[in-house]
């Protein structure tokens, strides 16, 4: 929901006193409101409670869009940054306590903090960790001091590392980062491609055979352990695909016979597997 910004708000002039407060502020966009503040904290809910809150939250709404233009050319609009930046005023209006020290002190943290979540929980593409958040605007603060003075070359992992108090691993994560806060579609064509491939198409797929490949080294070790006929047996089956019939003329044994051992074999083999597969995720 967008916050209604009001374009001017009539008040009386500023008397002399307040002209002279204003005067020594650090910023023309700091308002004397200190005995509207403590009006507002005595006062009930109601029409003029609302009333002095909207008053309040006009006469500070340029020091929320000031501290909103600190984050412009970041990849947000600066009319987005400015509705974020009042959010934040509104809550810091509704929040203050008078007795606890001048508004300024209060409010501004808590703009900025709003403007920096917002950066945090909304622009990123993926949810990235934090901490790799923090050590991406430690990395680019460190590259900006770096590369301040004109004609100063990109500087190295070590030099980051150094100016920045972090590991070499750390600065890294921080460069990928960097570069890492929106995501590039499957669907975009390769710049290099004349056919029109797309990024998906240089993706794998899972391969069956991946599957089978792993199936057979689990069951190489219950194999080995049978006998050479049973071993010969269930080669003649399933790699020669010979029936039982022609199995059991070639051994001189019945057909029943061989069924039995092939059924037996099979078994041996496969609680072998899976007890070897329980132990790994026992292990875990």
Known sequence: ??????????????????????????????????????????LEDGPERSALRDELV?????????????????????EDLRQVAALGLVKAVDRYEPDRGAFESYAVPTITGEVKRHFRDRMWALRVPRRVQELRNRVRVARRELTQNPGSAEPTIAELAEHTGLTEDEVRAGMEALESF??????????????????ADTLGAPD???????????????????????????????????????????????QMHVSRLINRSCARVRDEVLAQRSGDRSAL
């Open 182 to 199: 929106s995501t590039l579609s499957l669907d975009v064509e390769l710049a290099s491609s004349d056919d029109g491939y797309s990024l």
């Open 208 to 254: 069956a055979s991946y599957d089978r490949i792993v199936d057979r080294e689990a069951a190489k070790t219950g194999l080995s352990r049978l006998s050479e006929r049973d071993r010969a047996i269930l080669y003649m089956r399933f790699f020669e695909d010979m029936t039982q019939s022609r199995i059991a003329d070639r051994l001189g044994i019945s």
């Open 58 to 78: 006009a006469e500070w709404l340029p020091m929320a869009h000031r501290i909103a233009s600190r984050f412009r050319d970041r990849g947000e609009s600066i």
């Open 1 to 42: 929901m967008l916050i209604d910004i009001p374009t001017s708000t009539p008040h009386a002039a500023p008397s002399d006193t307040a002209t002279a407060t204003r005067a020594r502020r650090n910023h023309d966009d700091a308002p004397d409101t200190a005995e509207r503040f403590a009006r507002l904290a005595e």
